[in-house]
């Protein structure tokens, strides 16, 4: 066990699990905490510098080194701006996956092995399977915080140096081991929101980035409803934040947004959160990246998913060129969005996927 292995202490109790484990092995554990934003870092929202705290006092407690490192520039110029351009051309980009392949296990993965790490290692709810000297991305034991989703971009040298810890564990079973261990953290609530930004009000924080551009918020017939702010802050599927709340129209039931019109800057609602044009029965996607190196095949049964917190379900890749493919469910699929990500697995192992160009009815091809 003379391994060096550098962990990503975020000062959250999954990393800070992730580091007592290697440690109480045997290995060498260093720990790393990660400055990435600083547009506001004294805003309310913020929250690194306490961060930073709870992950010093976790190292100071598991007893292994802990280091700062700062890639804000490096987030800033390979996710942030990624994030913003897409939102600006009427998708809906996801900065948590993108974050995982540009930061977590690129400019965090080669700043380890400069400090001498024979790998890193992160809180994360997955497997690494090696295989025939291929390696193998699984789900997560504890189906409700598997994060694969989050790791299909890895390619097979960012795997081959990554311990996933937490992969075999519950959730409940990460929280216990910091209690019965003395980290403080142990009841630490899970962060949420945009990677390293935090959770704040999105159309909000958005205004500082994307100029507003106000248009007609329709309903099926035509009929304009209200005003958005910008269709750059909208998400198909969205009810919150469209203020037609209040409006009584046909069956009373909630608005969602079913439609962009980028080109009219229109956004199309319809009643209910089970509304037909939520439903898709599969979608085109490119920028597709397999883990194991090779295309799935087609005329297979897999299974996928559009997005982190959904079952994924039955599908078919039906067809599959250089730039795109097809993926074709067993059954529609609720609020599939540009700009998110399709990832595919064969039962428990994920194998890749792509980013979503546009759903798809299959018998309209529409």
Same mark, same amino acid.
């Given at each position: ?13 999954d ?52 280091e ?13 701006s ?29 700043h380890?092995i400069?400090?001498?790490a ?20 699984l ?5 409700t915080?598997d ?23 519950l959730?409940?079973?990460v ?10 953290n ?45 269709i ?8 919150q ?9 046909? =069956?009373?039931? &909630? ?7 980028? @080109? #009219?800057?229109? *956004? $199309?609602?319809g !009643? ?38 959904? =079952?994924?379900? &039955?599908c ?6 250089? @730039? #795109?493919?097809? *993926? $074709?469910?067993? !059954? ?21 996927g ?10 309209l091809?529409?």
């Amino acid at each position: 066990m003379n391994k060096n292995i550098v962990v990503g202490l975020s000062g959250g109790v999954d990393s800070a699990v992730t580091a007592w484990l290697l440690k109480e092995e045997g290995y060498k554990v260093t720990g790393l905490f990660m400055q990435n934003w600083e547009d506001d870092n004294n805003d309310e929202y913020c929250t690194s510098k306490q961060d930073l705290i709870d992950a010093v006092s976790v190292a100071e407690k598991i007893g292994i080194d802990i280091e700062v490192v700062n890639f804000a520039k490096e987030y800033k110029e390979k996710v942030f701006s990624l994030f913003i351009n897409g939102l600006e051309n009427g998708i809906t980009p996801n900065p948590d996956i993108l974050c995982n392949s540009e930061i977590k296990f690129n400019a965090f993965l080669n700043h380890a092995i400069e400090m001498g790490a024979n790998k890193i290692a992160t809180g994360h709810y997955a497997k690494v399977q090696e295989v025939d000297g291929l390696f193998k991305l699984l789900k997560g034991d504890d189906g409700t915080k598997d994060q694969s989703y989050f790791l299909y971009r890895l390619n097979q040298a960012q795997l081959s140096r990554s311990i996933f810890p937490l992969g075999h564990l519950l959730k409940s079973d990460v929280r216990n081991i910091a209690k019965d261990n003395g980290l403080h953290n142990y009841a630490r609530k899970d962060s949420t929101g945009i990677c390293f930004i935090g959770e704040r009000p999105f159309a909000e924080f958005l205004s500082g980035y994307i100029k507003k551009n106000l248009g007609d918020i329709k309903d099926l017939n035509g009929n304009i409803l209200g005003q958005h702010d910008g269709i750059n802050f909208y998400t198909i599927g969205q009810r919150q934040g469209l203020k037609i709340g209040g409006l009584k129209s046909g =069956n009373g039931a &909630p608005w969602f947004v079913v439609d962009k019109k980028i @080109k #009219e800057n229109e *956004i $199309i609602v319809g !009643q209910g959160h089970e509304h037909p044009l939520l439903f898709k029965d599969g979608l085109i996607a490119n920028d597709f990246h397999w883990i194991l190196n090779k295309e799935p095949r087609t005329n297979w049964v897999y299974s996928a998913k559009t997005r982190y917190r959904q =079952n994924d379900d &039955p599908c078919e890749i039906d067809e599959i060129n250089d @730039k #795109e493919f097809n *993926i $074709i469910f067993g !059954q529609k699929q609720r609020a599939i969005t540009p700009g998110q990500s399709v990832v595919v697995y064969e039962s428990n192992v994920c194998l890749g996927g792509g980013i979503i160009k546009e759903p798809i009815n299959q018998e309209l091809n529409v």
